[in-house]
């Protein structure tokens, strides 16, 4: 047997254990290892399910769960019933719908905040381009559905695209936003919810200005004021 053989059955074992679980229930990850026995690879192939639409819930997305157990969250594509899971039908979103959600997020990359053709704030010489993505990737299960859209700038699409996580549960973040210690902290962090943005605080706002002035202003501006921070710094 050769190891993509291994590979491709090993998949389908893990389909077919968690399809036989059943949706909105729990297994743990001995059950998983004691039935299928290419166990080595089973973290591995529970990330393929996710490709393939399957949400399958551990500890770190659902605090409710402890570390060695899962929840069957959606059965996705049955590729262990030899479904075979659904090509992206597009990768972008455009023409009205397009100017719609980047009316609706006020033309800011709804994860870092970014406004539309401005400089990253860490990289001034670096503008932002928004495109729009899906919360939930396409080969996920996303659709183009206008609550899966968002607008965002290239770098946060790029990471959005590399990461292989499942969104977090409406429980992690509702926890976590609790969490957070300081009230005024909480109070910044409900106003960006309620204006759907990060809005950048007072010091980005100056060092975006600051990235606009001509360059020999910039060197000026930069003098004087690190001239003053070393001062502070000394008394
Ligand atoms: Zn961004």
């Given at each position: 047997m050769t190891n993509g053989e291994v590979r491709r059955s090993s998949r389908v074992l893990v389909a077919e254990f968690i399809a036989g679980i059943g949706e909105g229930n729990k297994f743990t990850k001995l059950d998983l290892n004691r039935a299928i026995p290419?166990?080595?690879?089973n973290d591995r192939r529970m990330r393929d399910l996710r490709e393939c639409g399957w949400v399958i819930d551990n500890y770190k997305v659902n605090p409710s769960l402890a570390p060695d157990e899962y929840l069957v969250r959606r059965i996705g594509v049955r590729i262990d019933l030899g479904e075979r899971p659904p090509k992206p039908a597009r990768k972008t979103v455009g023409g009205a719908k397009r100017r719609r959600i980047l009316e609706r997020d006020g033309h800011v990359c709804a994860i870092c905040g970014v406004p539309a053709g401005e400089p990253f704030?860490?990289?001034?010489?670096r503008r932002a381009v928004l495109t729009i993505g899906h919360l939930i990737p396409v080969a996920r299960g996303g659709t183009d559905d206008e609550n899966n859209l968002r607008a965002e700038c290239q770098r946060c699409g790029d990471e959005s695209r590399d990461n292989t996580l499942d969104p977090p549960t409406t429980d992690f973040v509702l926890t976590r936003a609790r969490n957070i210690r300081s009230r005024k902290e909480k109070k910044r962090l409900f106003a960006w919810m309620v204006a759907r943005r990060k809005d950048p605080d007072d010091t980005e706002l100056v060092f975006l200005d600051w990235c606009r002035l001509p360059h020999s202003e910039q060197l000026r501006v930069m003098q004087e004021f690190g001239r003053q921070v070393l001062a502070d710094d000394e008394g």
């Open positions: 290419f166990y080595a690879q704030p860490d990289a001034p010489g």
